[in-house]
């Protein structure tokens, strides 16, 4: 059937189109079905919406994301994607070949899938798990669709951190580090999803971080590196729609985050990379044989793409930091820079970045690129080339002005500080919408403390949110304190 | 936030909401996600569609499936849905108790589940199976939910078959069988969704299927039965939303498959039910074992709802009748009604219908009651109530006029008839949308043929269909014939 596109007023976050009742009837379709758009010599898959009176007959209605379409195009039910067949094979747990892990990969690429075929996708792989070979063959196929950056360097670096630690704010440490050693490193990050601040959450407090492809070269060109929302680019969209299945169900099938992590590596022209993987109670992966079994197959998945991967196996089991929010890491981001700060970021910048200049070959001391000022200057040219003012002191980055302090009930020491509940609770502040928002820990693991004396800080930017956030910490006490002189054996 | 309801002209088979940019991003949501919608005290759940000037800010714009919502409502961001947390245990293994599967179906019910939380959740039952206990409650947790009909009468008797098995039409003969006898039974059946027909396509052929409850209700006061389309009366929305789960990958959990079924007879008042097991090579069920297995969870199952079930296991590798589309099937009804028909039609029927008469506690002959034209009677009373010609006759039922005849390639004796091809290539030719296209086998199993003898005609509507079901047939000859007198032993 023919129809001429007109455009439709619509955002869906899916390649919606909008059919006339009459239309749709005629070609046998169904709302939420797929039909296959033909025009310029180009097929784009779209899902289908009905209407009386929106569109006519004999249009067809574009949104958002079709703007490519125009003129007069053939329309037709899609046919069903051959990937879906292998979905179900590796549902009933058989083993995926090359091609079939290929067809999937292209089948998200092209939108072909519904979200009920990528949900069984995702889940397939979380519950039948990937082999070596299978994630090998997905990391390989994620790599060669999409857009893909090239750099003249003949070493460009990376680091990515599998994540579950809230705070941690190292890579905008890490990048400036390795950047003032003389090293490229194109870095795309994630905003938050479940935490209370990704790390492009916490640049966006210095500068602007959502850039086109062309506009990440130039910064890079000028600045020796970056650090932008990696949703922007488009660099790994087969990436981004996977991930979309995941998050409800926090899946994160270890295969799948493999070839996610590479693939989107691959596609920033990277070819030395970092992969922190933080292990303990809490943290994403439990166990160090299990961090250890990770990082060797990162490192053979990366073999076989041309990357060279190094992995630091960290802890996991606490908040690295003392900010928790976007405002609040960024001011940690830059005391460090300055050379102070807490001291359990610092150092774990300096350790990764190391392990980084080595791996990439390049002979520096990190601590002295930190102490001498010249990680700062890089950091500032990165905010500069990103729009952002490299003049920024801490007194600019001021914290919500709405706060409450969750004190200790005894005097003792610090045994156990909870990720998942601290970081709910800053979100309960209102991070990472509300930039100011979040929590300030005043004590680490270990620490000595007074009965009443502040355990942490909770900034708010509105009392409604410091209400929640601090009804949540009452109820819940994230922050544990024994007894000075108790210890297991004691207690025994 | 407060916003006016306002209508959108959009039908997407999902609560849609359409809110303008301004509102969503104050509200924090984006698109796809789910709002909360509290109005006139009841509770809607939406799912969200962004616009610059389609809804202006202040308003929402409510589409199709909220045609309830009107005046002032107030608009919040939906919480994670409870049940979300208990796919993930079911995923990891772990059965779920009572509360938790009450739950997911609460959740299922009120359209808090996104497309890819219910389809992890249909592959988690999948994947990981659901034991009788999880069987057991799920049922009664979907019964539960939804319309229910209540009847004066005792005994109030249903069928269902599992399905696989094409031509197959026993309901419309069956079930007039039974009502002659005096039971009731307000059959609800559903329309093809991969097949070339569904009973309640076929009765479409003879009469309306889609009515309201209040309608059912009058029709089978007034002819003792009915034969209504279920996806029209409601009566088990849970159901029907799950089924659009699994039907992309032909997905059938047993468990899920026992608890729709159950629940739906349930939920239209039923007390006795006759199930249909087909089995055999190319049926939803291969082994004699596994049909026997199937048998007594139904079984079981229905005897914690109050449901006396009996299970017919029948042959399920090769079509029943002769004809497969929706009038080619009601050419095949109506014959057998009239005393005559497909004998392999006829004598399923008189057998399963003697089988729930006598789960009923009923006696009765079906034999007599067909061949009396009782049942026949009773037919034309169930097509008047809705609202069809009783006076329909075989003469009236043309099958389209484009033809052509798959003819054997050589003599001997038809071995096997593929269902699932013979289905496609009827589909094809148009059925069931083209009511009158589909096939009409000329040979059954273990017939003699001579070479060139028709094997079946493909009638279909348009001749475009018919090529189209030609080069199927052609390619795949789902009709086999071995010399006359070849069999195993001798080829050994």
Redesign the interface.
């Known amino acids: 059937m023919d129809l001429q596109v007109v455009r439709?007023?619509?955002?869906?976050?899916?390649p919606?189109v909008?059919l006339n009742?009459a239309d749709a009837a005629e070609l046998?379709v169904?709302?939420?079905e797929r039909v296959q758009i033909d025009g310029d010599s180009r097929t784009t898959i779209g899902i289908v919406?009905?209407?009386?009176?929106?569109v006519s007959p004999g249009s067809l209605g574009a949104t958002g994301r079709l703007g490519h379409l125009s003129g007069t195009v053939t329309v037709s039910l899609a046919p069903v994607p051959a990937s879906?067949r292998f979905?179900?094979k590796k549902?009933d747990?058989v083993e995926l070949e090359r091609d079939e892990l290929r067809r999937i990969v292209a089948d998200i690429y092209e939108d072909r899938l519904?979200?009920?075929?990528?949900?069984?996708y995702?889940?397939?792989a979380?519950?039948?798990g990937l082999s070596f070979e299978e994630t090998r063959h997905l990391s390989a196929a994620m790599a060669d669709v999409g857009a893909r950056l090239t750099w003249p360097d003949e070493v460009v670096a990376d680091k990515h951190s599998i994540g579950g630690v809230i705070g941690n704010r190292v890579t905008p440490i890490v990048v400036p580090i390795v950047v003032a050693a003389g090293v490229t490193v194109p870095k795309t990050s994630s905003r938050a999803i479940t935490s209370p601040a990704g790390t492009a959450d916490t640049m966006e407090v210095f500068c602007d971080v959502e850039f086109s492809l062309a506009e990440v070269r130039e910064i890079v060109a000028e600045a020796g590196g970056c650090m932008v929302w990696g949703g922007g680019v488009n660099l790994s969209p087969v990436d981004d729609r996977i991930i979309?299945?995941e998050n409800?169900?926090?899946?994160d099938p270890r295969g799948q985050l493999i070839a996610s992590v590479l693939s989107k590596k691959r596609a920033a022209g990277s070819t030395h990379v970092l992969i922190d993987i933080p292990y303990g109670e809490g943290a994403k992966v439990e166990s160090l044989p299990e961090a250890r079994e990770l990082a060797t197959d990162f490192k053979r998945v990366g073999a076989h793409l041309d990357l060279r991967v190094e992995c630091a196996i960290t802890r996991g089991d606490r908040p690295i930091g003392r900010g928790i929010g976007p405002v609040l890491e960024a001011r940690d981001v830059l005391t460090v820079l300055s050379g102070g700060g807490p001291t359990d970021l610092r150092h774990k910048s300096l350790r990764l970045a190391g392990m980084l200049l080595e791996c990439c070959g390049v002979e520096a001391d990190p601590a002295a690129l930190l102490d001498s000022g010249a990680a700062l200057a890089a950091f500032h040219r990165i905010v500069a080339a990103q729009g952002g003012d490299p003049e920024v002191a801490l007194g600019d980055l001021r914290p919500g002005e709405e706060t409450w302090a969750l004190r200790a009930a005894r005097s003792g020491v610090v045994s156990h500080i909870d990720n998942a509940l601290v970081g709910e609770v800053a979100r309960r502040a209102g991070a990472p919408?509300d930039a100011r928002a979040g929590v300030h820990l005043g004590v680490a693991v270990d620490d000595e403390v007074e009965r009443g004396e502040p355990l942490f800080l909770v900034h708010a930017e509105h009392a409604g949110k410091l209400a929640d956030a601090r009804a949540l910490a009452e109820r819940t006490f994230p922050v544990h304190v024994r007894d000075a002189g108790e210890t297991l054996v004691e207690r025994l």
Chains 1, 2 share one sequence.
């Open positions: 439709v007023d619509l955002a869906t976050r899916v919606t909008v009742t046998g169904n709302p939420l919406e009905v209407t009386e009176e929106l879906v979905i179900r549902l747990g519904s979200d009920i075929e990528l949900s069984a995702v889940t397939a979380y519950t039948r979309r299945a409800p169900l926090s899946l919408k």
